[in-house]
């Protein structure tokens, strides 16, 4: 009886998947038009037609027609037709785009001080909260240094402010003050605000981050220094908040979300189409790769690298799903869809009841299934293999030449590992260098190499498929095979499994005090780490967002390589 009933089950559920992907195939184009329709909201208009004439130039055959829409009815309409549009994130809010929807460049507002500022060392130290900030541009007729940083005298700050009606919006939202009190202050071009704090040291400027950057350097205008949010309030400009030193800092901590985000408005291309147009992904794929350059000529800041690898990960990765958001009748379609998934789904349940008169329910015999818990006598740590501390592992072939790849312990923390960066054979590298990076839906961590030499091989498999980083780290999951030049004396830096073990069971404890520090009591990510003895959850960060990944990175595993990187050289 059991057989039968999951037999009868399986025919009908590959039944429905049948009808709907064949019904989805129906209601999507698939070909490849002439020319590819793309829609933008009014503030994204100049920039999406830069990008197009450049993209045309580029591509003879199919052509780029973009069209201004400001009105959300026109929005819908066109997507309902499966155009594709450039739109703020405030924008697509309630739109709901069903096809894909990749984050391209973001309009980034930041405070700016001279370099030439008497107050610098202390501001770059201690910085500004938010609060003083909202309570300096609100106090219109009597704005002083002394409301920004105690103790620094009753100095007089002037106010500058570049770029259009939307940087004042910005301000005025996020610092929950009136449009009048900024009135007066505007100048047309960052460069003007610039040399206005050139001249008027003590002045603060608000314009957008890329008028700032110097395009032969991709660092700062001479002369400028961004000026440190003390988010926290703390009275100090903690490790979390230190990223106001360099460009490329800052937009990392833009990324990860340690600038306020009011402040940063991000531009997506969006589509409730499949992504079965190939003109429409193209075109956004070359947006995340050569079109970058083109965000700054029109006021906009460039994607870090990992969020574009992201944003080409998410469309590889739409081009295989069906959907049915495209053309007319998409009410219809949805109600068929609805009426045949609910169909099917009451067949499966009036079975299951059948079946379940007569047995014990799996809840009854099974019981309530138990977290799976990261323990260290789950871990593999075989014998015969090298370990470093930074996680990854060296294994002496007969040949001489050394296999690597990561531990039992990291790919547990980390949960399933999406793609691999690998360096290219013939690459000559040394231990404790950078030499590979492992992602997870755009969320990465470096490894580096546990020993120095010549990379002669790599694992091709794991270029499309890398689970078995997760289900075989030391067998199926090897990385690299390295000719080794000083293995005699690194691996006498290593651990072999006895010693492996005492150092693992060291890195759980300094796993709990990572959790404790960088999560803070999150309620969010309360159900990781289980209050019962304060066990951890197997796959940790999988739940957790890229600026937790970030500083485990900077305080879990860098701090490892650095003493051994010392140790050697």
Known sequence: MKKAVYLVVCMLVMAGSSFITGFSAGTTNGNKRDSVKVFASGGLYNLAKSWAEKYNSLHTGQGVAVMSVSDRGRMIAKMKDGEAGLLTGNEISGLNPEGWNVLVGKDVIVPVISTGNPLLKDLKEKGVTTASLSGFLGSKDSRSWNVLLKGSGDRKAGLLIAGDAKVMESIAGFFKIGNDNLSGYGMKTERELVESLKADPLAIGFCRLAGLIDPSTQELASGISLLPIDRNGNGIIDYSEKIYDNANDFMRGVWIGK??????????????????????????????????????????????????????????????????????????????????????????????????????????????????????????????????????????????????????????????????????????????????????????????????????????????????????????????????????????LLFMAEKQREFIKKEFIRLKDFLMIALKGDPAYSQLILQDGGEIADGVLTGMGPEVWEDFQTSFIDPSRTVWFYEIF
């Open 259 to 492: 600038y306020p985000r009011a402040l940063v408005s991000n531009i997506y291309a969006v589509s409730s189409s499949t992504a079965t147009d190939q003109g429409d992904v193209a075109f956004v794929k070359w947006i995340l790769a050569d079109g970058q350059e083109y965000l700054s000529d029109n006021g906009f800041s460039e994607l870090m690298a990992s969020e574009r690898s992201a944003g080409i990960d998410g469309l590889n990765n739409a081009e295989n799903k069906p959907a049915v958001y495209a053309g007319g009748g998409y009410l219809i379609k949805t109600i068929i869809l609805v009426l045949v998934t609910l169909t099917l789904a009451g067949l499966v349940v009036t079975l299951l009841a059948m079946f379940r008169k007569s047995k014990k329910s799996i809840a009854d015999m099974a019981g309530n299934e138990a977290p799976q818990i990261l323990e260290q006598g789950s871990l593999i740590i075989p014998g015969g293999i090298y370990f470093d501390k930074t996680h990854t592992w060296a294994f002496l072939e007969e040949n001489g030449i050394i296999r690597v790849g990561i531990d039992d312990f990291l790919q547990h923390v980390t949960g399933k590992i999406t793609k691999i960066k690998m360096k290219e054979e013939g690459t000559t590298v040394k231990k404790g260098e950078k030499i590979l990076s492992i992602i997870q839906n755009g969320k990465q961590l470096n490894l580096y190499a546990p020993v120095s030499g010549t990379i002669v091989d790599h694992n091709a498999i794991l270029e499309t498929d890398s689970s078995s980083l997760n289900t075989s780290p030391y067998k199926n999951g090897w990385i690299y095979r390295i000719e080794p030049v000083n293995w005699s004396r690194e691996s006498q």
